[in-house]
């Protein structure tokens, strides 16, 4: 089977189009083309008179050497056609008839579930640990701050199955290179869970909250029934090391309590998947604690802003807003400022709302996420400024954690004590005058917003980066600095504030059988990256492991 690649149409083709597009490209009839599918839709909106939709289809035809020779002459044929990629999946490791000791995987978000499944599927039996609940459970915990400002630590939107992606837009695309196609291994698991069969060739595949909750208990029964174990309500409270007589660290096993209290418990294993989101703040106290070597790393801090969708709708796509191929539109906005810092737009959720992030008693965080329709009212996104260790929280690898907690304590205090969000509309946070009423755009943020002053709660050098850039941002947008926008605070849980460092065999540097991954060891960003680099390591949790079984053996 072959590819051909940036194959354009107008928005509104015909049906039937593709295909007479596709044989008028490679000089064939249609008697020729022996069959055909969409590998991928993307769009161009650059002319918003004109905006196309751009194809990469895969194809089959009688003799497929025969055209590549031919397409070889023709230096655009030659660029855009070529064997299709081959993203079939294949295990690389087998678990032996008998495994002493049984690989643990912590946490159960994105990251911890597909290593869970990739380790379950080759038969190593792993025992997942999540310190949180299941999803429902959770889910009406979530719903209990931010319906009635009832805040459960170990089950929120940080803290339980699914890990922080299930409250999010549910974003499955990347900037990531996969050259194992191992993405495709994730895509193709969530439709066998459930998820749309469309997001295996739209460009920006997304989901939503509602979807990924039944995803989620669909792949941990799968995992399940492959002889995976969870214990939900289970926190890992110490790492047991052994250094040998060699001078190497190696894991011997982890220390359990049950997140509500109780008995500890030890669970022996040679072999431990961390993968633990970017908010156990206390695991990273306890890992480093324990000697694994941690460091501080750059992360940003800022807020969400909320326009009206339609506003963005108008500024992206002119007449084609609202066209139900293109649906909600979003953007990616960055603005290099005079003080040298930057400020760009994250985590841009269409059509969705701004929820309360905290997985701390007295402390406000925001984050954004949207349904699988994108149809509320407001668009939001971060608004976030980057920030470095070395010159903003120097000293200490957990200093960051430190920082994250001193503005989200301001936030709690500027948004009157009770889990309402600070929140200031954007004309008067140019104008540097503290809001005391709200506009045209209603927030959407649960259990409510205080207008008041965002300086209150952030940075001075962030709120001087921001104001630089909203403006710039209003010149790309047109309205995106209008005066009745609305900017919540604070988002500073953009990513991990530390790395768990990790060598080529996906080891910690310094702790044998510790394997860092995903978001919260520094490797990942979002669903999609997590559950590839979930893949990743649990591959090389597997090498491992059946490498050591085939030594005893011999």
Not at 132 to 144: I, L, P, Q, S, Y
Request: glycine letters at 10%.
């Amino acid at each position: 089977m072959l590819r051909l690649t940036e194959l354009k149409l107008p928005l509104d083709h015909a049906e039937g189009a593709v295909e007479a597009a596709l044989c008028a490209r490679l000089g064939l009839r249609r008697d020729q083309l022996l069959s055909f599918h969409i590998a991928r839709r993307a769009w161009d909106a650059r002319r918003r008179s004109a905006i196309e939709l751009v194809y990469s289809v895969d194809f089959s035809v009688a003799d497929e050497a025969a055209l590549l020779r031919r397409a070889a002459r023709d230096k655009v044929l030659a660029r855009t056609l070529a064997p299709t990629p081959d993203t079939a999946y294949r295990h690389v490791a087998q678990a032996p008839a008998s495994l002493p000791k049984r690989p643990v995987v912590i946490g159960c978000g994105p990251c911890g579930l597909f290593a869970a499944l990739i380790l379950a599927e080759m038969g190593f039996r792993p025992i997942i640990l999540e310190r949180g609940k299941v999803v429902r459970e959770r889910t009406k915990d979530t719903w209990a701050l931010w319906r009635r400002s009832q805040l459960t630590p170990e089950s929120n939107v940080q803290f339980g199955e699914g890990g922080a992606g299930t409250f999010s837009d549910g974003k499955l695309y990347s900037g990531i290179k996969d050259p194992q196609h191992l993405g495709r291994k994730v895509l193709e698991e969530f439709v066998a869970a459930g998820a749309p069969e469309e997001i295996l060739w739209v460009a920006k595949p997304h989901i939503g909250t509602f979807r990924l909750v039944t995803m989620v208990e669909s792949l941990r029964e799968k995992i399940e029934a492959l002889g995976g174990e969870y214990r939900f309500g289970t926190k890992v409270v110490d790492f047991l090391i052994e250094t040998g007589r060699d001078g190497l660290r190696r894991m011997r096993g982890v220390v359990t309590e049950p997140a509500a209290g109780g008995a500890r418990e030890v669970i022996e294993t040679d072999h431990v998947v961390l993968a633990i989101g970017h908010s156990a703040r206390d695991t990273f106290a306890a890992l480093r604690a324990c000697g694994v070597h941690v460091e501080a790393k750059p992360f940003s801090i800022g807020v969400r802003i909320e326009h009206p969708q339609s506003l963005i709708d108008r500024a992206r796509f002119g007449d084609f807003a609202k066209h139900p191929i293109l649906g909600a539109a979003d953007y990616k906005l960055v603005h290099h400022c005079a003080n040298g810092r930057s400020v760009y737009s994250f985590c841009m959720c269409p059509g969705g709302t701004v929820v309360a992030a905290t997985s701390e008693p007295g402390r406000v965080v925001t984050n954004g996420m949207s349904q699988y329709s994108r149809a509320e009212r407001n668009a939001n996104a971060g608004i976030v400024v980057g920030i470095t260790p070395e010159q903003d929280y120097p000293g200490d690898p957990l200093a960051g954690i430190a920082f994250q907690r001193k503005w989200e304590d301001a936030a709690f205090a500027a948004g009157g004590g009770d889990y309402r969000a600070p929140a200031q509309l954007v004309g008067d946070f140019l104008a540097g005058r503290p809001s005391t009423a709200l506009g045209s755009v209603i927030p959407s943020y649960k259990p409510g917003v205080t207008p008041t002053d965002l300086s209150l709660c952030l940075p001075d050098f962030v709120v001087a980066a921001i104001r630089e850039a909203l403006p710039a941002f209003g010149r790309q947008i047109r309205g995106f600095d209008m005066e009745e926008a609305v900017m919540t605070g604070v988002e500073t849980r953009t990513s991990s504030p530390v790395r768990i460092r990790r060598d080529a065999a996906f080891r910690s540097v310094n702790t044998l059988g510790l394997y860092p991954a995903g978001e919260g060891a520094g490797y990942a960003g979002g669903i999609f990256s997590a559950g590839v680099d979930g893949i990743r390591v649990a591959e090389a949790v597997g090498r491992d492991m059946a490498g050591l079984a085939e030594a005893v053996a011999a």
